[in-house]
């Protein structure tokens, strides 16, 4: 685009002589105009360079007489490029406005030319560099400059004081640096200046009293230092005085008490000292009066009740002290009243309440007296913003709180609040952020707080509440957190109201609900995961209880989980945010497990049934032995009763798995069937829906077909870990299949194919080898070697005894210590007996009751 601008510029002479005469100059300026520019609308569509006049051109507007352009609005229509000199042509142009747009590179000198120019405007762009100091060298006629919300830098230049007719200047929202032009306080036609949001220094000299038609001064948000110029007080019309967030010093001159005419003084933010003198009460114009973040002391003038046309006052961050001065219920137009962050001390004025108040902030202060004294019944129902935090108030929240039904923000953290939260905090229908947390409340979470469904932020930490968390919480879906109890929100008047209602560009994306230090019991309540937009939970150091809810990891926009120093118990949930979670952030928990908490969560299984080892088919036995064996065959019963249930359940399971297995197998030839009490497919593809046979060594084959696996007339026996079979190899050795019953054990595949792998290469005299095994998801087989000699009893129990005990052992207690000892190294740990049921059996061991039927221990 610049070639092409560039290049039309070098053939303007020639272009120019072979114009037709009558071709307006204004047509060509334009055209040169918008070939500098990017139009990603359209919206310049209409500039033909074939028209004779421009006049019916956007934004463009003429002289009715002369047809010459006076005017050219552009403003907000998505250009960019930048400014380009065929706007030099325009030799009568009155109006130059390019607002809104996303024109760049630095100020064109030449604008300077235009000798009929009243207005220039290119604010809201992004234009660089330094303001040129020819721009203002002749401007005549110049009334309106603005180059506000820019990126230029440097310093103004001492050019601007030549223009004598200059009415409104705005250079506010640029980098300028440097100190004022010392020719500024001469242009005594302004009426309007406005430098704010600058790098501006040094002090701001006397020498305003000049501009005695000046009705709006913004030097706020930059970095002049010293007093307040002493002649301010002549400037007799100005409305609005902003000189806040610099580095002012000094007391308030007296002279701005002659600023009758002023209707907003903000002063915040700066160094200022001293009493506030009486004689504020003489600016009766005054609507706005913001005297925070100063070192502003003594008493809150009581002449503040003279300004009845006062809406907003804040005197917040300073060090007042005394009481509020009940003066103030003169000020019936008053809307907002920010006192917080002083020293003031007596009783909580109660005549505030009575005010027409939308926003009341005495936070951090030393206020006392008690909350139920202050009944609501008579409050302002348009209150939206009520913050009593960090004062010394005692007694109950007022019962009644519910009839503020505007409330927006209510904040009485800090204090020493006793008694419960009353129920009607469920009216607070609009409420977004309550805090009542760092007070004696005790007593549960009402249930209806579930009512407060416009919730954003809840703040309930450190308190003594107890009970569970209610589940109506899930009610107040506007929830984006439940936060960690280090954070705190101070609001200021008048931004808190905004703050509350725009929390995206006051910071307030997310907000808190905190519930930790206190007593609540229970376990957390699954309905919490349907608060989708929640990003901050803490309910640390409580006495909760239960496992995790698994729907937790459907918060998708979790950033902090915190549930430290509770009783939770299980496995943390997998997914989502609990993937990254950290571990400070689940301590003091001892009986979580995972791999965040270095604790891996035991196998979740039925304790196999323990026989006592000394068991007997004797029937005799004296009446203790009756009584026992009374209990034992209850309980037997019992067991018999649930066994036929499974089973029959079992057999029906069975029957229509063998069905559908039958049914997939005449579609899979290559399959191999293992029928019997189940039916299991193989096949040596990857499909997954099949299952793989792996031998270490020999045939594959069974030499008694499918039908000969898992059969019940092959089966041997029974034991913690499964069922075992035999059966015989295409080759002609036997084997014996164990059928695992604890496939929980089993976590993948891959693993379950590395631990056999391990295992088929261990070879030892005292352990049967393993020759292979099957695979599926629901089913997995060990195939060991075929060892026949019968039962442990019938073996040589002097074998599996140490040798160093030489034989002197008696033979008959031998095999059922040898029992217990292998149910003790079970793998599973839930499969163990403990301590004391070790010491019971072996106890029979050594003394055997007569008579003893099996029993369960």
């Not at 202060?365 to 009944?375: E, I, K, Q, T, V």
């Not at 703040?459 to 109506?472: C, D, T």
Request: net charge negative; aromatic share 6%.
């Amino acid at each position: 685009m610049l070639l092409k601008f560039c290049f039309l510029l070098a053939f303007v002479p020639s272009f120019i002589q072979s114009l037709d005469p009558t071709l307006n100059d204004d047509v060509l300026g334009l055209i040169f105009f918008k070939a500098g520019l990017e139009d990603p609308e359209g919206k310049l569509t209409s500039w033909n360079e074939d028209d004779e006049s421009p006049c019916s051109w956007v934004g463009v507007k003429c002289d009715p007489r002369t047809n010459r352009v006076i005017q050219l609005t552009l403003d907000g229509l998505s250009l960019s490029g930048h400014i380009g000199r065929g706007l030099s042509r325009l030799q009568s142009l009155q109006v130059l406005s390019l607002s809104k747009n996303n024109l760049t590179g630095t100020i064109n000198p030449d604008l300077s030319h235009f000798g009929t120019l009243h207005v220039m405007d290119f604010g809201e762009n992004n234009l660089s560099g330094s303001v040129p100091d020819e721009l203002f060298k002749q401007c005549g006629t110049l009334r309106v400059v603005s180059f506000a919300n820019n990126n230029l830098n440097g310093q103004l230049p001492d050019s601007l004081s030549y223009c004598p007719n200059l009415v409104s200047v705005n250079f506010s929202s640029n980098q300028l640096s440097g100190r004022l032009p010392a020719g500024i306080w001469y242009l005594r036609s302004l009426q309007s200046l406005d430098l704010s949001d600058n790098l501006l220094e040094g002090d701001v000299v006397d020498g305003i009293a000049n501009l005695y038609d000046l009705r709006a001064l913004n030097l706020g948000k930059n970095r002049f230092s010293g007093p307040l110029p002493d002649d301010i007080g002549g400037c007799s019309l100005l409305k609005v005085v902003d000189f806040s967030e610099n580095s002012l010093s000094g007391s308030l001159p007296d002279s701005l008490q002659r600023l009758n005419s002023c209707a907003s003084l903000y002063l915040h933010g700066n160094s200022f000292t001293g009493e506030v003198p009486e004689w504020i009460g003489k600016l009766g114009n005054l609507e706005n009066l913001d005297l925070s973040e100063n070192f502003f002391s003594g008493r809150i003038p009581f002449s503040l009740g003279n300004l009845h046309l006062l809406k907003e006052l804040n005197v917040s961050m300073n060090q007042f002290t005394g009481g509020l001065p009940e003066s103030l219920t003169n000020c019936v137009n008053l809307l907002a009243i920010d006192i917080s962050q002083n020293n003031l001390t007596g009783n909580l004025p109660l005549w505030i309440f009575k005010m027409g108040l939308q926003r009341l902030s005495l936070s951090g202060n030393r206020l006392g007296g008690r909350m139920d004294y202050a009944s609501f019944s008579s409050i302002n129902q348009g209150l939206e913003v009520l913050d009593l935090s960090s004062n010394v108030l005692s007694g109950e929240i007022p019962s009644n709180i519910g009839v503020l039904s505007s409330l927006r923000l209510l904040n009485m953290s800090r204090n020493h609040l006793i008694g419960s939260i009353p129920a009607s905090v469920g009216a607070l229908k609009a409420t977004q952020i309550l805090d009542l947390s760092n007070n004696w409340l005790h007593g549960s979470i009402p249930s209806e707080i579930g009512g407060a469904i416009s919730l954003k932020e809840l703040r309930l930490e450190k308190n003594y509440l107890s009970g569970k968390i209610p589940v109506q919480i899930e009610n107040c879906s506007s929830l984006t957190s439940l936060d960690g109890s280090d954070h705190f929100i101070f609001f200021l008047i008048p931004t808190v109201l905004n703050a509350v209602l725009y929390p995206r560009e006051y910071g307030l994306s997310s907000v808190s609900m905190i519930l930790s230090h206190n007593n609540l019991s229970g376990s957390i309540p699954a309905a919490i995961a349907n608060l989708s937009n929640l990003q901050y939970v803490d309910l640390s150091f409580n006495n909760l209880t239960g496992s995790l809810p698994k729907e937790l990891t459907n918060l998708s926009r979790l950033v902090s989980f915190n549930i430290s120093h509770n009783h939770f118990l299980g496995e943390l949930p997998v997914g989502g945010f609990f993937n990254t979670i950290s571990a400070t952030s689940v301590s003091g928990n001892p009986s979580l497990c995972g791999s965040v908490v270095n604790h891996s969560c035991p196998s979740n299984h039925p304790k196999p049934i323990v026989l006592n080892p000394n068991s007997s088919d004797s029937s005799h036995g004296g009446s203790s032995q009756n009584h026992r064996r009374k209990i034992v065959l209850s309980i037997s019963a019992l067991i018999a009763i649930g066994a036929a249930a499974f089973i029959a359940i079992g057999v029906v399971a069975v029957t229509v798995l063998n069905i559908h297995v039958r049914s997939s197998m005449s579609r899979a030839a290559a399959a191999l069937m293992l029928s019997g009490e189940e039916d299991y497919s193989c096949s040596p593809t990857k499909d997954p829906n099949y299952g793989k046979l792996v031998m270490f060594s020999g045939d594959a084959e069974f030499a008694a077909g499918a039908n000969g696996l898992l059969n019940k007339d092959c089966e041997l026996g029974r034991g913690g870990f499964g069922v075992v079979y035999q059966t015989t190899l295409g080759d002609g050795r036997s084997v014996a299949i164990k059928k695992l019953t604890v496939s929980g054990l089993i976590k993948s595949q891959e693993d379950f194919e590395r631990e056999m792998k391990k295992l088929g290469k261990i070879r030892h005299h005292n352990l049967v080898t393993l020759e292979g095994y099957y695979w599926t998801p629901s089913l997995q087989l060990l195939i060991y070697e075929f060892i026949a000699g019968g039962t442990l009893e019938d073996g040589r129990v002097e074998e599996c005894v140490d040798g160093r005990l030489g034989g002197n052992f008696p033979p008959d207690e031998a095999i059922p210590v040898i029992k217990l000892g292998l149910i003790c190294a079970s793998q599973v740990p839930s499969n163990r007996p403990d301590m004391e049921e070790v010491v019971n059996i072996l106890e029979l061991i050594q003394c055997p009751l007569e008579g003893q039927q099996e029993e369960l221990e």
